[in-house]
């Protein structure tokens, strides 16, 4: 399955490892973390305004995304296939014998 995470980029579903909502703006984890991996060329800007952060899985190495595209549109498109997150979290717990997996959604907000 792929996800399309906006500006014509493809990404397949099991490569997503996390994705949160920054909309209301970032935290200082996230901020930290995001800086880290600007500083080693691993983050891609796919919208002037993003709207959610996702971190990807391509090859050895975490790719964090800023899309335009809201989290609840990215997760209902994970969630067209309903064994998604099982299969992600028993394949790492395979290659790593313990799962990282997270799956981060705003609830309730109405927006």
């Not at 209301?24 to 880290?36: I, K, S």
């Amino acid at each position: 399955m792929v996800i399309h995470l906006g500006a014509n980029v493809a990404m397949g579903a099991e490569q997503i490892l996390l994705c949160t909502d920054i909309t209301r703006g970032w935290t200082a984890d996230t901020e930290n973390l995001v800086r880290g991996m600007r500083e080693k060329h691993l983050v891609r800007r796919l919208s002037d305004t993003p709207k959610t952060l996702v971190l990807c899985r391509e090859g050895k190495r975490t790719v964090c995304y800023l899309t335009g595209v809201g989290l609840r549109t990215l997760s209902a498109r994970m969630r067209e296939d309903r064994g998604f997150f099982l299969r992600l979290m028993d394949r790492e717990r395979q290659e790593t014998g313990q799962s990282e997996v997270q799956h981060v959604e705003r609830i309730g907000s109405g927006a």
